[in-house]
């Protein structure tokens, strides 16, 4: 893509490096359907700096941060742009170490071993995004220990020691804002380097709104943006929950507009109705009328 990265004007000998290590680690034909097509860019460029240097120095990342800063955003970006085949590894309560190594299987009269993502990712040099790490069970991540370190293996009882491939990387993510989050385990987090992740300003809101809405009027794309950053002062000073900061709901409301559903109607089903509470409504409806007026139609909003 002209990729976020090459948007964020990045230093050319951090640029070259990226390239080198591309044609360094090239990937099979069968593979090439796992590099990730991002459906949006990221913007920062200081975070990429630091997250693409980190993973050139063979390093993990653990980006933690807030709802709606964008790390699942910027870990698929990084895939795409080192062009690594990528695992997504969503954590629940039933993740466990066979679920992320492998484990054996019935098959054709025999018995085999079926490979885990953290596994493939070993193999294959993958990028693998350990989404929401900390709300897996300690017990669970402990197998990823050796692959992280610099041991850079994967100890599969019963069949080999697997090292990781050299273009291998973790991306893990966390949040912990939502139920069922924990600390994470001292040993686990010493593995990863780790970026705070900033929220998204206004004006990495607008090149969002202007990239993903070309059509929509230059003055509704301010005020969106505007819009998104009044909930998260309310958000910030606890006037409301963060149900409402809910960047994926704002760019579903503004397509439901592009298809011909009046503005309120459609901010209430992409962000007001996310907060289940009736005077929390009330108090998102008011944010939201003092930037956008009721009865927006179609026509006022978009130019074609």
Known sequence: MA???????????????????????????????????????????????????ALLCGENLLLAGSKATGKN????????????????????INMDAAGLIGMDTFEGGQVRFRPGPVFQCAQYGGFGILDEINMAKN??????????????????PGYDRIPMDAAARFI??????????????????????????PTIGADGLERLLTGEFPTLEKKYVRQFGALFLDLQKKCESAEISTKALDLRGLLDAIRLMRCG????????????NKAFDAYEQGLIRDVIRARIP???????????
């Open 3 to 53: 990729s976020s990265w090459e948007q964020e004007n990045l230093g050319p000998a951090l640029c070259r490096e990226i390239e080198a290590f591309r044609a360094a680690h090239p990937v099979g034909e069968a593979l090439q359907a796992r590099i990730p097509v991002p459906r949006y860019p990221y913007y920062g460029k200081e975070v990429w700096e630091q997250a693409a240097s």
């Open 73 to 92: 955003v910027l870990a698929e970006n990084l895939a795409q742009v080192f062009g690594r085949p990528a695992w997504d590894i969503s954590f629940h």
């Open 139 to 156: 017990e669970a991540l402990a197998v990823l220990h050796a692959a992280l370190d610099f041991r850079r293996v994967i100890d599969v």
């Open 172 to 197: 893990a993510t966390m949040n912990y804002g939502y139920a069922g989050t924990r600390e994470l385990n001292e040993a686990l987090t010493s593995r990863f380097v780790v970026i705070q992740m």
């Open 261 to 272: 559903l009046e503005a309120n109607q459609a901010l209430d089903m992409g962000i007001t």
């Open 294 to 304: 009721q009865k927006l139609e179609r026509g006022r909003l978009f130019t074609d």
